[in-house]
């Protein structure tokens, strides 16, 4: 998955952690099925360590979950209080205008656009959303 960077044998490499309401898995299984993603582990609370101490409420909640898409791994859990991403963004880059419009009619649907798809002065198309669960996208096709 990625590039790791190394510095005197010292590995890093950079992942994606998002916090959902309790949707969580929901928007796993979205992006698993419509985004070519592929979940490698969910676990809920119930499953987790401390299960005997889990609120009834929470025991279906997703404890720790593990998506790969387009080489990067996201993770994510279902947290009281969590909000909607506000200032970062997964940004995701498509081969094709075709598939980046494919890609943002999917995302926006039922969420909150903030700069619809368009051709600009550094991509073929580019935009900005907020899809359903609460996550936040840059869609992007280069020239």
Not at 31 to 47: C, P, S, V
Not at 75 to 91: C, F, K, V, W
Not at 94 to 107: G, I, P
Request: charged share 20%.
């Amino acid at each position: 998955m990625g590039d790791n960077y190394s510095n005197e044998g010292i590995l890093m490499k950079l992942d994606i952690y998002i916090n959902y309401p309790g949707n969580c898995r929901e928007a796993f299984r979205f992006y698993e099925q419509h985004l070519g993603g592929r979940i490698t582990m969910l676990m809920t609370h119930a499953e987790g360590p401390n299960a005997n101490n889990v609120p009834p409420e929470l025991r279906n909640g997703v404890l720790h979950a593990r998506l790969e898409l387009a080489d990067t791994v996201v993770m994510g859990a279902d947290i009281s209080g969590a909000e909607p991403m506000r200032s970062a963004y997964l940004t995701l880059t498509t081969d094709t205008a075709e598939e980046a419009e494919r890609v943002y009619s999917l995302l926006s649907e039922g969420g909150q656009i903030f700069m619809k798809m368009e051709k600009t002065f550094f991509a073929n198309r580019f935009a900005m959303l907020r899809d359903k669960f609460g996550t936040s996208w840059m869609l992007l096709h280069e020239p």
